[in-house]
């Protein structure tokens, strides 16, 4: 690797200058249309310098970035059965979940950890959409449940942050039934008067949108996240009208109520701590 191709843009290649970028040292930006560096924007938490475009985080990226100087202690995540339906489609479900695990590093599309964010302890829930799209499936129902249980056992906070397209069509009914398991989840945390914070990132959409995503006592969000329920596409076909072009975005939410506040992602923790303060004193 030489100086040219360290500090020159890929443009180069067309004189034929260089041979030997790797796939991944190049990102372009979905937002601009630049040409990043990888190791500038992992710098900058996967987000570009030049339009503030929120690239896909990891669930231990996110983690790390949340908790107080990046430590945390994992929560194991419940047992359940694995492909209750036995389901095949192009590729049997057993093997979607093999290649998601090897993709990832995580056992399910959530991650669970505890510890502190400021002064104060804290149980959060993090989706990883590079996991089967971040869908919620049975395991992803019981680790909010579990979640929602160790808050209430160690008198913590609840922050969950989804990254999903919504049930997974490979367990069915079993999926959508973890809509009304993870709403009485966080019914049973407001009763014991418990904070619940929740940051919604890119996509937030179908069954996880209609159910525990919008019952927060605080409800955050990450700039141009798309959140709702079902796609654009699909309802202008159903109204018959030109919907407006930021219509899903965080910033159209926040313009009609639907959610508290826009957070870039270097503000996260901070926000989150300063709402901590407000709910916990």
């Keep these: 690797m030489n100086w040219i191709t360290s500090h020159t843009r890929p443009t180069v290649k067309k004189a034929n200058i260089v041979k030997d970028i790797p796939d991944n040292?190049?990102?372009?930006?979905?937002?601009?249309?630049?040409?990043?560096?990888?190791?500038?924007?992992?710098?900058?938490?996967?987000?570009?310098?030049?339009?503030?475009?929120?690239?896909?985080?990891?669930?231990?990226?996110?983690?790390k970035l949340l908790f107080n100087n990046g430590v945390f202690t994992p929560?194991?995540?419940?047992?359940?059965?694995?492909?209750?339906?036995?389901?095949?489609?192009?590729?049997?479900?057993?093997?979607?979940?093999?290649?998601?695990?090897?993709?990832?590093?995580?056992?399910?599309?959530?991650?669970?950890?505890?510890?502190?964010m400021g002064r104060h302890p804290v149980v959060c829930g993090i989706f990883d959409f590079n996991f089967m799209g971040g869908s919620m499936n049975t395991a992803v129902g019981e680790a909010i449940v579990k979640a929602?249980?160790?808050?209430?056992?160690?008198?913590?906070?609840?922050?969950?942050?989804?990254?999903?397209?919504g049930a997974r069509?490979?367990?069915?009914?079993?999926?959508?039934?973890?809509?009304?398991r993870t709403i009485l989840a966080v019914k049973k945390l407001k009763e014991?008067?418990?904070?619940?914070?929740?940051?919604?990132?890119?996509?937030t959409t179908g069954g996880v949108t209609a159910s525990f995503a919008m019952l927060a006592d605080i409800?955050?969000?990450?700039?141009?996240?798309?959140?709702?329920?079902?796609?654009?596409r699909i309802?202008?076909?159903?109204?018959?009208?030109?919907?407006?072009?930021?219509?899903?975005?965080?910033?159209?939410?926040?313009e009609h109520g639907m959610i508290d506040q826009i957070v870039p992602r270097d503000q996260t923790h901070d926000k989150i701590v300063h709402f901590l303060d407000l709910l916990m004193s």
């Design 25 to 63: 040292y190049w990102d372009k930006c979905p937002g601009c249309g630049n040409m990043l560096f990888h190791s500038e924007i992992q710098k900058n938490h996967l987000v570009c310098p030049s339009c503030q475009y929120h690239f896909h985080l990891s669930a231990l990226e996110r983690a």
């Design 75 to 116: 929560i194991v995540l419940p047992k359940v059965k694995e492909d209750p339906l036995q389901f095949h489609d192009i590729k049997k479900y057993s093997d979607r979940l093999k290649q998601a695990r090897k993709k990832t590093g995580l056992d399910e599309a959530i991650f669970l950890a505890h510890g502190q």
């Design 148 to 165: 929602v249980d160790a808050a209430i056992a160690r008198k913590a906070a609840l922050v969950l942050v989804p990254a999903s397209g």
């Design 169 to 180: 069509m490979q367990e069915g009914v079993l999926s959508l039934m973890q809509m009304a």
């Design 192 to 203: 014991k008067k418990l904070p619940y914070l929740v940051l919604l990132t890119d996509p």
């Design 219 to 232: 409800t955050l969000a990450e700039p141009g996240a798309t959140i709702g329920f079902a796609g654009a």
């Design 235 to 254: 309802i202008e076909q159903t109204i018959r009208e030109k919907l407006p072009k930021n219509f899903q975005k965080s910033e159209y939410l926040l």
